[in-house]
């Protein structure tokens, strides 16, 4: 069974920390995705990583892909109540049609 | 352009009850899927349909049937609700190519008492 393991799995910090998020796996992933989802709607596509080593940069949200394609890390400089949600990550083995999730990160950002 | 719709967005049932949940995508993706998303544990795939004609198995088949309509259209079946599958269903779709980025609609929630 292949697994995708987040850590932590709630994280509640103070407006303008910074912080990071681990997406660990025994599996190498062809192509990893990070989705973020609100309360009450669907998980929303931030960023897509696919090659070792790669690092991505949205505004204040950084996204790394590990050397061996095996994990990632998300982090958040500054931290904003808008970021506030359901941090999922998901990766896909040998192009395959099908996307394995991390069972997420709930993150809460007190004003 | 409405992207992924679900419908309907809520749903309560009795043991032994059927229904339909509807999705449909107007994005001209070729594959589409179900997923589950209980409490702690992510999503968790039901069925998917990798093009218009068919569809296979994911992690949690049991219980629940589908149809692929047509390329817009994959509706999931329940023809006997228990109780275990009290969740948020979620149909995505996908743009198709190596990088396998899924599009989510906003969801059902279904329980069943």
């Known amino acids: 069974t292949q697994l995708l393991e987040q850590s932590p799995q709630f994280l509640s910090i103070q407006e303008g920390e910074n912080l990071t998020v681990y997406c660990n796996s025994s599996?190498?992933?062809?192509?990893l995705q990070w989705y973020r989802q609100e309360p009450g709607e669907g998980p929303v596509l931030l960023v897509t990583v696919v090659t070792g080593g790669e690092v991505k940069k949205l505004k204040r949200l950084t996204f790394q892909f590990g050397d061996a394609r095996k994990d990632s890390s998300l982090h958040i400089t500054a931290a904003q109540p808008g970021d506030t949600g359901l941090y999922l990550c998901?990766?896909?083995?040998?192009?395959?049609?099908?996307?394995?999730f991390g069972s997420g990160t709930r993150l809460l950002v007190r004003p | 352009n409405a992207g992924v719709t679900q419908t309907p967005k809520f749903q309560v049932l009795k043991t032994g009850q059927s229904m339909t949940l509807q999705c449909a995508q107007d994005?001209?993706?070729?594959?589409m899927y179900w997923y589950r998303q209980d409490p702690g544990m992510g999503l968790r795939l039901i069925y998917y349909s990798a093009s218009e004609g068919t569809t296979d198995k994911g992690e949690v088949p049991n219980g629940y049937n589908v149809s692929r309509l047509n390329k817009r259209e994959f509706s999931l079946r329940l023809e006997s609700a228990a109780p275990s599958q009290t969740s948020v269903y979620f149909c995505?779709?996908?743009?198709?190519?190596?990088?396998?980025?899924?599009?989510f609609g906003p969801g059902t929630r279904l329980t069943v008492l």
């Open positions: 994005m001209n993706h070729n594959s």
């Open positions: 998901a990766g896909s083995v040998d192009s395959s049609y099908k996307l394995i």
């Open positions: 995505a779709s996908r743009m198709g190519g190596a990088r396998n980025e899924q599009f």
């Open positions: 599996s190498v992933f062809s192509s």
